[in-house]
């Protein structure tokens, strides 16, 4: 897909602002620090979405609208599950501003899951998967910072991920430092958009 104009549009804090205009949605998610952000900055070409060392950084439903020569969307930044070091009052706040979001968003496609690579996946994100797809929402699985890794244990690594997710194949490994993956992560996430089922 061939992008002609990105433009951050706002960052939500409850449901009321989250844009219902029949325009698709297509959100990033996963545990705080997975590469949501710089996956978005990646895909944009350009660093248009604030990220951080700091995990946690991302604590509003943040609206990119993306125009492509034929169509327009939006991309959507969420918060990341489960990080230990804000308070309790903080944590479920933003589970529950990404809950209610899952649930009410008339236009959501589809969520990109990011997994860092190097982790198997943890029970947080056992749990909001299954929260996700119970809400009738497709759920793309995708694995980050494969840059990380080397080739065994990138080979490794994914066989890992497919079996603890049972997933029907090998998840796709993207990385925001090198760009791999991403021409295949652009046709999954045209496959959302056009409403087939995933994971
Ligand atoms: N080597 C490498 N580092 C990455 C990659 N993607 C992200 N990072 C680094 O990982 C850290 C976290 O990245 P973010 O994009 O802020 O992660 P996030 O999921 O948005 O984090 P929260 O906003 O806290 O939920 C930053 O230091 C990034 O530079 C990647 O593909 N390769
Ligand atoms: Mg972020």
């Given at each position: 897909m061939q992008i002609s104009a990105v433009n951050f549009v706002l960052g939500a804090v409850s449901?009321?602002?989250v844009p219902n205009d029949g325009i698709p949605q297509i959100a990033f998610l996963g545990r705080s620090n997975a590469g949501k952000s710089s996956?978005?900055?990646?895909?944009?070409?350009?660093?248009?979405?604030?990220i951080s060392k700091q995990p946690g950084k991302?604590?509003?439903?943040?609206?990119?609208?993306?125009?492509?020569?034929?169509?327009?969307?939006?991309?959507v930044d969420l918060p990341g599950v489960g990080y230990a070091k804000v308070s309790k009052s903080m944590r479920d706040e933003m589970a529950n501003r990404i809950k209610n979001y899952v649930e009410k968003a008339h236009d959501l496609k589809g969520i990109v899951y990011l997994?860092?690579?190097?982790?198997?996946g943890h029970?947080?994100?056992?749990?909001?998967i299954t929260g996700i797809k119970s809400a009738g929402?497709?759920?793309?699985l995708v694995a980050s910072k494969a840059d990380k890794l080397?080739?065994?244990?990138?080979?490794?690594?994914?066989?890992?991920?497919?079996?603890?997710?049972?997933?029907?194949?090998?998840?796709?490994?993207?990385?925001?430092k090198t760009k791999k993956g991403l021409p295949e992560l652009w046709k999954?996430?045209?496959?959302?958009?056009?409403?087939?089922?995933?994971?």
């Open positions: 449901i009321k602002q996956l978005l900055n990646a895909i944009f070409k350009k660093e248009i979405v604030k991302t604590r509003e439903i943040n609206f990119f609208l993306v125009n492509s020569p034929d169509n327009s969307y939006y991309f997994l860092d690579i190097r982790h198997g029970q947080i994100d056992f749990e909001t929402i497709p759920v793309l080397n080739q065994s244990e990138f080979i490794a690594a994914k066989k890992r991920l497919k079996e603890n997710f049972c997933l029907p194949e090998e998840p796709l490994a993207v990385s925001s999954e996430i045209d496959a959302l958009l056009n409403g087939a089922e995933n994971a």
